[in-house]
Protein backbone atom coordinates (compact mmCIF):
# COMPACT_ATOMS: atom_id res chain seq x y z
CA UNK A 1 0.00 0.00 0.00
CA UNK A 2 1.76 3.39 -1.10
CA UNK A 3 0.07 6.56 -1.18
CA UNK A 4 0.28 6.89 -4.92
CA UNK A 5 -2.07 3.54 -5.22
CA UNK A 6 -4.04 5.24 -2.45
CA UNK A 7 -4.41 8.88 -4.31
CA UNK A 8 -5.38 6.54 -7.30
CA UNK A 9 -7.91 5.02 -5.73
CA UNK A 10 -9.16 8.25 -4.12
CA UNK A 11 -9.91 9.73 -7.75
CA UNK A 12 -10.80 6.53 -9.30
CA UNK A 13 -13.73 6.44 -6.46
CA UNK A 14 -14.39 10.18 -7.46
CA UNK A 15 -14.98 9.62 -11.32
CA UNK A 16 -16.89 6.63 -10.46
CA UNK A 17 -18.68 8.33 -8.49
CA UNK A 18 -19.80 10.87 -10.39
CA UNK A 19 -19.43 9.38 -13.92
CA UNK A 20 -20.46 5.41 -13.21
CA UNK A 21 -20.46 3.09 -16.34
CA UNK A 22 -22.23 5.98 -18.75
CA UNK A 23 -24.30 3.70 -21.76
CA UNK A 24 -22.44 5.98 -24.28
CA UNK A 25 -19.89 4.55 -23.75
CA UNK A 26 -19.92 1.01 -23.15
CA UNK A 27 -22.42 0.61 -25.96
CA UNK A 28 -19.48 1.66 -28.19
CA UNK A 29 -16.94 -0.55 -26.21
CA UNK A 30 -16.69 -3.99 -24.53
CA UNK A 31 -16.47 -3.61 -21.04
CA UNK A 32 -12.90 -5.49 -19.64
CA UNK A 33 -15.51 -7.69 -17.39
CA UNK A 34 -16.83 -9.02 -20.58
CA UNK A 35 -13.36 -10.25 -21.73
CA UNK A 36 -13.05 -11.60 -18.59
CA UNK A 37 -15.99 -13.77 -18.77
CA UNK A 38 -15.18 -14.98 -22.21
CA UNK A 39 -11.85 -16.32 -20.61
CA UNK A 40 -13.98 -17.83 -18.04
CA UNK A 41 -15.79 -19.36 -20.45
CA UNK A 42 -12.75 -20.51 -22.40
CA UNK A 43 -11.44 -22.95 -19.32
CA UNK A 44 -15.11 -24.03 -19.01
CA UNK A 45 -15.26 -25.29 -22.22
CA UNK A 46 -11.53 -26.76 -22.38
CA UNK A 47 -11.17 -28.40 -18.47
CA UNK A 48 -15.41 -29.24 -17.65
CA UNK A 49 -16.12 -31.87 -20.62
CA UNK A 50 -16.21 -35.05 -19.92
CA UNK A 51 -16.78 -37.82 -17.49
CA UNK A 52 -15.15 -37.63 -14.59
CA UNK A 53 -14.83 -38.02 -10.82
CA UNK A 54 -15.84 -35.82 -8.23
CA UNK A 55 -12.09 -35.07 -7.08
CA UNK A 56 -10.95 -34.78 -10.56
CA UNK A 57 -13.52 -32.26 -11.27
CA UNK A 58 -12.39 -30.38 -8.25
CA UNK A 59 -8.41 -30.54 -9.92
CA UNK A 60 -9.42 -29.72 -12.92
CA UNK A 61 -11.46 -26.87 -11.74
CA UNK A 62 -8.64 -25.73 -8.80
CA UNK A 63 -5.92 -25.68 -12.31
CA UNK A 64 -9.11 -23.68 -14.18
CA UNK A 65 -8.97 -20.84 -11.53
CA UNK A 66 -5.28 -20.87 -11.11
CA UNK A 67 -4.66 -20.34 -14.73
CA UNK A 68 -7.38 -17.01 -14.92
CA UNK A 69 -5.76 -15.69 -12.07
CA UNK A 70 -2.46 -15.79 -13.30
CA UNK A 71 -3.39 -14.63 -16.82
CA UNK A 72 -5.34 -11.76 -14.90
CA UNK A 73 -2.34 -11.02 -12.25
CA UNK A 74 0.19 -10.78 -15.24
CA UNK A 75 -2.08 -8.53 -17.24
CA UNK A 76 -2.14 -6.08 -14.07
CA UNK A 77 1.55 -6.55 -13.82
CA UNK A 78 2.00 -5.25 -17.74
CA UNK A 79 -0.78 -2.44 -17.12
CA UNK A 80 0.84 -1.43 -14.17
CA UNK A 81 4.54 -1.33 -15.51
CA UNK A 82 3.07 0.95 -18.75
CA UNK A 83 1.38 3.65 -16.71
CA UNK A 84 4.48 4.05 -14.59
CA UNK A 85 6.80 4.43 -18.22
CA UNK A 86 3.87 6.84 -19.31
CA UNK A 87 3.90 9.40 -15.96
CA UNK A 88 1.21 11.55 -15.09
CA UNK A 89 -0.29 10.01 -18.58
CA UNK A 90 0.15 6.76 -17.13
CA UNK A 91 -1.29 8.17 -13.63
CA UNK A 92 -4.79 9.38 -15.43
CA UNK A 93 -4.84 6.13 -17.21
CA UNK A 94 -4.87 3.89 -14.31
CA UNK A 95 -7.27 6.22 -12.20
CA UNK A 96 -9.78 5.60 -15.27
CA UNK A 97 -8.82 1.70 -15.23
CA UNK A 98 -9.78 1.40 -11.71
CA UNK A 99 -12.63 3.31 -11.95
CA UNK A 100 -13.95 1.30 -14.67
CA UNK A 101 -13.88 -1.76 -12.20
CA UNK A 102 -15.64 0.20 -9.57
CA UNK A 103 -19.64 0.49 -9.54
CA UNK A 104 -20.63 2.91 -7.24
CA UNK A 105 -23.20 5.59 -9.71
CA UNK A 106 -23.98 2.21 -11.64
CA UNK A 107 -25.27 0.00 -8.54
CA UNK A 108 -27.32 3.33 -7.02
CA UNK A 109 -28.96 4.16 -10.46
CA UNK A 110 -29.90 0.62 -11.04
CA UNK A 111 -31.45 0.48 -7.15
CA UNK A 112 -32.75 3.90 -7.32
CA UNK A 113 -34.69 2.50 -10.92
CA UNK A 114 -36.47 0.08 -9.02
CA UNK A 115 -37.97 3.20 -6.71
CA UNK A 116 -39.16 4.98 -9.43
CA UNK A 117 -40.26 1.86 -11.41
CA UNK A 118 -42.45 1.25 -8.80
CA UNK A 119 -43.57 4.60 -8.03
CA UNK A 120 -44.67 4.92 -11.74
CA UNK A 121 -45.70 1.62 -13.22
CA UNK A 122 -46.41 -0.42 -9.91
CA UNK A 123 -45.75 -3.57 -9.27
CA UNK A 124 -45.39 -4.67 -12.64
CA UNK A 125 -42.49 -1.86 -12.96
CA UNK A 126 -40.94 -2.64 -9.80
CA UNK A 127 -40.70 -6.25 -10.56
CA UNK A 128 -38.72 -5.65 -14.44
CA UNK A 129 -36.35 -3.64 -12.68
CA UNK A 130 -35.68 -5.70 -10.23
CA UNK A 131 -35.24 -8.72 -12.29
CA UNK A 132 -32.25 -6.93 -13.99
CA UNK A 133 -30.13 -6.91 -10.71
CA UNK A 134 -31.54 -9.88 -9.07
CA UNK A 135 -31.50 -13.79 -9.80
CA UNK A 136 -34.89 -14.62 -7.99
CA UNK A 137 -38.45 -15.25 -9.44
CA UNK A 138 -39.74 -11.61 -10.27
CA UNK A 139 -43.03 -12.99 -10.74
CA UNK A 140 -43.28 -14.13 -7.06
CA UNK A 141 -42.41 -10.94 -5.45
CA UNK A 142 -44.93 -8.72 -3.88
CA UNK A 143 -44.12 -4.48 -3.26
CA UNK A 144 -42.27 -5.22 -0.32
CA UNK A 145 -40.33 -8.60 -1.73
CA UNK A 146 -39.42 -6.17 -4.79
CA UNK A 147 -38.16 -3.75 -2.07
CA UNK A 148 -36.13 -5.92 -0.47
CA UNK A 149 -35.05 -7.73 -3.15
CA UNK A 150 -33.51 -4.51 -4.00
CA UNK A 151 -31.85 -2.89 -0.77
CA UNK A 152 -30.66 -6.82 -0.41
CA UNK A 153 -28.56 -6.49 -3.94
CA UNK A 154 -27.50 -2.65 -2.87
CA UNK A 155 -25.92 -4.55 0.20
CA UNK A 156 -24.55 -7.71 -1.03
CA UNK A 157 -22.56 -5.21 -4.48
CA UNK A 158 -21.59 -2.48 -1.89
CA UNK A 159 -19.14 -5.50 -0.77
CA UNK A 160 -17.74 -6.58 -3.88
CA UNK A 161 -18.46 -4.27 -6.69
CA UNK A 162 -17.00 -1.78 -4.66
CA UNK A 163 -15.36 -2.26 -1.21
CA UNK A 164 -13.33 -5.98 -2.18
CA UNK A 165 -12.00 -3.95 -5.59
CA UNK A 166 -10.67 -0.99 -3.96
CA UNK A 167 -9.83 -3.23 -1.01
CA UNK A 168 -7.49 -5.35 -3.48
CA UNK A 169 -6.22 -2.47 -5.54
CA UNK A 170 -5.10 -0.90 -2.12
CA UNK A 171 -3.36 -3.80 -1.23
CA UNK A 172 -2.22 -5.24 -4.36
CA UNK A 173 -2.59 -2.41 -6.93
CA UNK A 174 -3.41 -3.32 -10.70
CA UNK A 175 -2.19 -7.07 -10.02
CA UNK A 176 -4.43 -7.71 -7.35
CA UNK A 177 -7.92 -5.49 -8.54
CA UNK A 178 -7.51 -7.43 -11.95
CA UNK A 179 -7.05 -10.85 -10.43
CA UNK A 180 -10.45 -10.29 -8.17
CA UNK A 181 -12.59 -9.07 -10.64
CA UNK A 182 -11.88 -12.08 -12.64
CA UNK A 183 -12.31 -14.45 -9.41
CA UNK A 184 -15.38 -12.80 -8.79
CA UNK A 185 -16.60 -13.06 -12.28
CA UNK A 186 -16.00 -16.56 -12.46
CA UNK A 187 -17.44 -17.13 -8.81
CA UNK A 188 -20.60 -15.42 -10.69
CA UNK A 189 -20.30 -17.78 -13.59
CA UNK A 190 -19.05 -21.57 -12.06
CA UNK A 191 -19.35 -20.98 -8.42
CA UNK A 192 -22.94 -21.84 -8.23
CA UNK A 193 -24.21 -25.13 -6.89
CA UNK A 194 -25.47 -26.78 -9.98
CA UNK A 195 -24.60 -30.09 -11.73
CA UNK A 196 -22.70 -29.06 -13.73
CA UNK A 197 -19.95 -26.84 -11.39
CA UNK A 198 -20.69 -28.26 -7.93
CA UNK A 199 -17.55 -29.48 -8.06
CA UNK A 200 -15.66 -27.74 -11.06
CA UNK A 201 -16.59 -24.51 -9.79
CA UNK A 202 -15.62 -25.38 -6.15
CA UNK A 203 -12.17 -24.25 -5.76
CA UNK A 204 -13.52 -20.64 -7.51
CA UNK A 205 -16.38 -20.34 -4.82
CA UNK A 206 -14.52 -20.93 -1.74
CA UNK A 207 -11.72 -18.29 -2.98
CA UNK A 208 -14.20 -16.06 -3.81
CA UNK A 209 -15.20 -16.43 -0.79
CA UNK A 210 -11.69 -15.81 0.83
CA UNK A 211 -11.22 -13.05 -1.56
CA UNK A 212 -14.72 -11.32 0.17
CA UNK A 213 -14.20 -11.72 4.03
CA UNK A 214 -12.31 -8.39 4.66
CA UNK A 215 -14.30 -6.57 1.99
CA UNK A 216 -17.84 -7.95 3.56
CA UNK A 217 -16.78 -7.27 7.32
CA UNK A 218 -15.71 -3.69 6.21
CA UNK A 219 -18.42 -3.10 4.37
CA UNK A 220 -20.47 -3.40 7.33
CA UNK A 221 -19.01 -0.54 9.33
CA UNK A 222 -18.91 1.47 6.43
CA UNK A 223 -22.83 0.79 6.28
CA UNK A 224 -22.98 1.48 9.79
CA UNK A 225 -21.01 4.59 9.46
CA UNK A 226 -23.26 6.17 6.27
CA UNK A 227 -26.35 5.10 8.55
CA UNK A 228 -24.72 7.25 11.45
CA UNK A 229 -24.43 10.46 8.87
CA UNK A 230 -27.67 10.00 7.02
CA UNK A 231 -29.93 8.53 10.39
CA UNK A 232 -28.79 9.26 13.15
CA UNK A 233 -26.44 7.41 16.12
CA UNK A 234 -29.56 5.02 17.11
CA UNK A 235 -29.06 3.56 13.16
CA UNK A 236 -25.86 3.18 13.35
CA UNK A 237 -25.77 1.11 16.56
CA UNK A 238 -28.72 -1.05 15.44
CA UNK A 239 -26.66 -1.39 12.05
CA UNK A 240 -23.83 -3.04 13.95
CA UNK A 241 -25.73 -4.85 16.33
CA UNK A 242 -27.23 -6.60 13.96
CA UNK A 243 -24.56 -7.35 11.53
CA UNK A 244 -22.61 -8.95 14.25
CA UNK A 245 -25.83 -10.96 15.29
CA UNK A 246 -27.58 -12.10 11.91
CA UNK A 247 -24.88 -12.53 9.56
CA UNK A 248 -24.94 -15.82 10.13
CA UNK A 249 -28.32 -16.38 8.62
CA UNK A 250 -27.85 -16.12 5.36
CA UNK A 251 -26.29 -18.94 3.53
CA UNK A 252 -23.64 -16.90 2.09
CA UNK A 253 -20.53 -16.86 4.73
CA UNK A 254 -20.27 -13.19 3.10
CA UNK A 255 -22.81 -11.83 1.80
CA UNK A 256 -24.95 -11.27 5.05
CA UNK A 257 -22.72 -8.72 6.87
CA UNK A 258 -23.66 -5.96 4.76
CA UNK A 259 -27.18 -6.79 4.31
CA UNK A 260 -27.98 -7.70 7.77
CA UNK A 261 -26.25 -4.00 8.61
CA UNK A 262 -28.31 -2.73 5.70
CA UNK A 263 -31.37 -4.04 7.63
CA UNK A 264 -30.57 -2.34 10.73
CA UNK A 265 -29.57 1.17 9.09
CA UNK A 266 -32.88 1.14 7.66
CA UNK A 267 -35.08 -0.64 10.06
CA UNK A 268 -36.61 -3.24 8.36
CA UNK A 269 -36.30 -6.93 7.51
CA UNK A 270 -34.62 -8.81 4.75
CA UNK A 271 -33.44 -12.04 3.69
CA UNK A 272 -36.38 -14.72 4.52
CA UNK A 273 -37.87 -17.42 2.31
CA UNK A 274 -37.64 -16.50 -1.60
CA UNK A 275 -37.54 -18.25 -4.94
CA UNK A 276 -34.42 -18.71 -7.53
CA UNK A 277 -35.16 -20.37 -10.23
CA UNK A 278 -38.52 -22.21 -8.99
CA UNK A 279 -36.56 -23.37 -6.15
CA UNK A 280 -37.21 -22.10 -2.60
CA UNK A 281 -34.71 -20.89 -0.27
CA UNK A 282 -35.73 -21.31 3.41
CA UNK A 283 -34.03 -18.32 5.31
CA UNK A 284 -34.76 -16.36 8.56
CA UNK A 285 -35.69 -12.51 8.43
CA UNK A 286 -32.46 -10.65 9.28
CA UNK A 287 -33.57 -7.62 11.94
CA UNK A 288 -36.51 -9.60 13.43
CA UNK A 289 -37.10 -6.53 15.07
CA UNK A 290 -37.82 -4.22 12.30
CA UNK A 291 -40.47 -3.62 10.17
CA UNK A 292 -42.03 -6.75 8.11
CA UNK A 293 -43.33 -4.52 5.32
CA UNK A 294 -40.63 -2.54 3.24
CA UNK A 295 -41.47 0.08 0.97
CA UNK A 296 -40.43 2.25 -1.67
CA UNK A 297 -39.03 4.72 0.82
CA UNK A 298 -36.88 2.18 2.10
CA UNK A 299 -34.87 1.53 -0.69
CA UNK A 300 -34.12 5.30 -1.26
CA UNK A 301 -33.19 5.78 2.51
CA UNK A 302 -31.00 2.25 1.51
CA UNK A 303 -29.49 4.39 -1.27
CA UNK A 304 -28.77 7.19 0.82
CA UNK A 305 -26.56 5.51 3.73
CA UNK A 306 -24.97 3.58 0.49
CA UNK A 307 -23.61 6.80 -0.55
CA UNK A 308 -22.48 8.41 2.53
CA UNK A 309 -20.77 4.93 3.25
CA UNK A 310 -18.90 5.14 0.03
CA UNK A 311 -18.21 8.96 0.86
CA UNK A 312 -16.97 7.60 4.31
CA UNK A 313 -14.63 5.01 2.44
CA UNK A 314 -13.10 7.69 -0.20
CA UNK A 315 -12.46 9.95 3.11
CA UNK A 316 -10.79 6.97 5.02
CA UNK A 317 -8.33 6.26 1.75
CA UNK A 318 -7.62 9.83 1.75
CA UNK A 319 -6.57 10.13 4.95
CA UNK A 320 -4.60 6.76 5.10
CA UNK A 321 -2.64 8.51 2.12
CA UNK A 322 -1.83 11.46 4.24
CA UNK A 323 0.89 9.93 6.40
CA UNK A 324 2.51 8.34 3.81
CA UNK A 325 3.03 11.58 1.81
CA UNK A 326 4.55 13.28 4.73
CA UNK A 327 6.35 10.72 6.18
Known amino acids: ?181 MLNTADSMIGHKSPKYLHFGWASARLDDLANLPAARLSALLIAAGAYFRRGAEAAKTAIEVARRDHGLHRSPNSGWPEAAMAGATGVQLAGPRIYGGVKVDEPMMNDAGRAVAAIEDIEAAVTVFYAACSVMTFAFAAAALPLLLF
Open 1 to 181: MSAEILLILVMALLLDRVLGDPDWLWSRLTHPVVFFGKAVEFVDEALNRGEFTKAWLKFRGVVGILVLLAGATALGVVLARLFDVLGALGSLLEVVTVAVFLAQKSLADHVSRVAAALRRDGLAGGRKAVSMIVGRDPNTLDEPAVCRAAIESLAENFSDGVVAPAFWYAVAGLPGLLAYK
